[in-house]
């Protein structure tokens, strides 16, 4: 196996750190990586932006909903859809944006870019040593993570990252089987079975592992999580408002 997929199979989130400064040098590499990985037609529509002020990372972290990882590990970074530099763009030749920003295919390639990103950032980052977890809460508080990271319009706050060394080891989550999630021509309704299988995997694992362990399953936490009325982040629809991704008082336009 070579080290690229062995460092990809080792993934597991870290929520502890040591005290530890991530260099400069090995941070510069990782905003290097995530800038070389793919984005659509080159339009280059991610930002990030680092938060490494103790006093700011705290209170990002009671805007995340209290995770105190974020003010424990010495970087967080924030992905952001970044559309702002393609508004000067077309304000350079003399072409109008506000229409086409409320198109919802930008708010699907902005997120695809982030993801690609954060993923990119993840590899890179534990490919030195350092553990990662990503953070969707930074949706929590949607509107004053805007102001706190002084965006302008047409940038939204998508996820957050943790990045430090490890002061923990929590070992690997068991995933779905390859069989549930990979299907060849056409895509397979017949995963039941496979998830009922799988239930059984992951109730062990909740129960046996040292630290938070609890009884429940896969699905149990699926369903629960999504159990209505599900509005797990009530300020975003807000934010897209504010940040020009909503088109008037029309919702997000279709194409």
């Not at 002020?53 to 105190?68: I, Y």
């Not at 699907?108 to 950032?121: H, K, P, R």
């Not at 553990?131 to 706050?157: M, S």
């Not at 009325?229 to 807000?238: A, D, G, I, R």
Request: glycine share 6%; hydrophobic share 40%; aromatic share 10%.
């Amino acid at each position: 196996m070579n080290e690229v997929v062995n460092t990809l199979l080792s993934h597991r989130s870290i929520r502890k750190y040591e005290e530890k400064p991530v260099e400069e040098e090995i941070l510069d590499q990782i905003v290097k990586a995530v800038q070389a990985a793919p984005n659509w037609v080159n339009l280059q529509h991610v930002s990030i932006i680092a938060v490494k002020d103790k006093t700011r990372r705290e209170k990002f972290s009671k805007l995340c909903g209290g995770q105190k990882h974020i003010s424990q590990a010495p970087v967080f970074l924030v992905f952001c859809a970044d559309f702002y530099r393609t508004w000067i763009a077309c304000q350079k030749n003399g072409q109008s944006f506000e229409d086409t920003a409320g198109q919802i295919d930008n708010l699907i390639v902005g997120a695809n870019e982030v993801g690609i990103a954060l993923g990119t950032a993840v590899a890179a980052a534990e490919s030195f040593g350092l553990g990662t977890v990503p953070i969707g809460d930074i949706r929590l508080h949607a509107l004053e993570a805007v102001r706190e990271l002084n965006l302008p319009k047409y940038v939204l706050p998508l996820l957050g990252l943790c990045i430090g060394y490890p002061a923990e080891n929590p070992g690997i989550k068991p995933r779905l089987p390859k069989e549930a999630i990979y299907f060849e021509e056409q895509y397979s309704q017949d995963v039941e079975t496979m998830i009922a299988e799988y239930d059984e995997i992951y109730a062990h694992y909740l129960k046996e592992r040292p630290w938070n362990s609890r009884v429940g399953n896969w699905s149990q936490l699926a369903a629960d999580f999504y159990q209505p009325p599900y509005n797990h982040y009530p300020e975003v629809s807000e934010m897209l408002r504010q940040q020009g991704f909503w088109n008037g008082n029309k919702q997000i336009q279709e194409d």
